[in-house]
C-alpha cells in the first residue's frame, strides 16, 4: 500500500526557512522554534520520508515542491532540497546526509521523487 511507504533516515544537518519570499511571513517565535529544535542542533535529526510527506523530528512537511537532491563529487554526503507546507507557513528545507552510502540514498530519495511526486 501506499500509505504503508516510508524511508527512514538520520540527518546530520537541516536547515528550514522561509520561501518562497512572497508568502506570508512566519511568526518570530516559530523561527526561534525551528532554530532550537532543527536548524541549530548539532545531533543527528529523525527523517522519516512518507509517500506524500517528510517528517523532520516532530514537524511534518507536506505538499512538498521542487524537490531536488545534491551529490558532491567532493563529499560522501547527500542533500535533499524541497519546498513543503507546515500547518499554515511555507518553507525550503536542506536535508544532509553523510553517509558512506550516499549513492544507495540517492537512488531510494529518486524512486520516491517518481513514484510519489511527479
Same mark, same amino acid.
Given at each position: 500500500?501506499?500509505?504503508?511507504?516510508? *524511508?527512514?533516515? #538520520?540527518?546530520?544537518? =537541516? !536547515? =528550514?526557512?522561509?520561501?518562497?519570499?512572497?508568502?506570508? $511571513?512566519?511568526?518570530?517565535?516559530?523561527?526561534?522554534?525551528?532554530? *532550537?529544535?532543527?536548524?541549530?542542533?548539532?545531533?543527528? @535529526?529523525?527523517?522519516? =520520508?512518507?509517500? +506524500?510527506?517528510?517528517?523532520?523530528?516532530? !514537524? $511534518?512537511?507536506?505538499?512538498?515542491? @521542487?524537490?531536488?537532491?545534491? =551529490?558532491? &563529487? !567532493?563529499? /560522501?554526503?547527500?542533500?535533499?532540497? !524541497? $519546498?513543503?507546507? #507546515?500547518?499554515?507557513?511555507?518553507?525550503?528545507?536542506?536535508?544532509?546526509? @553523510?553517509? +558512506?552510502?550516499?549513492?544507495?540514498? #540517492? +537512488?531510494?530519495?529518486? &524512486?520516491?521523487?517518481?513514484?510519489? +511526486? /511527479?
Amino acid at each position: 500500500m501506499l500509505s504503508e511507504f516510508k *524511508i527512514h533516515y #538520520f540527518a546530520d544537518k =537541516v !536547515f =528550514v526557512h522561509h520561501w518562497p519570499k512572497n508568502s506570508p $511571513e512566519w511568526p518570530i517565535s516559530l523561527q526561534e522554534k525551528l532554530d *532550537i529544535l532543527i536548524n541549530k542542533k548539532s545531533d543527528k @535529526k529523525e527523517i522519516i =520520508v512518507n509517500s +506524500n510527506s517528510i517528517r523532520i523530528q516532530d !514537524f $511534518e512537511f507536506t505538499s512538498l515542491k @521542487k524537490i531536488g537532491i545534491s =551529490v558532491p &563529487f !567532493f563529499k /560522501e554526503e547527500c542533500t535533499m532540497i !524541497f $519546498e513543503a507546507q #507546515f500547518e499554515n507557513i511555507f518553507a525550503h528545507i536542506h536535508i544532509t546526509i @553523510k553517509s +558512506n552510502n550516499f549513492l544507495e540514498i #540517492f +537512488n531510494e530519495l529518486i &524512486f520516491w521523487k517518481k513514484k510519489f +511526486n /511527479e
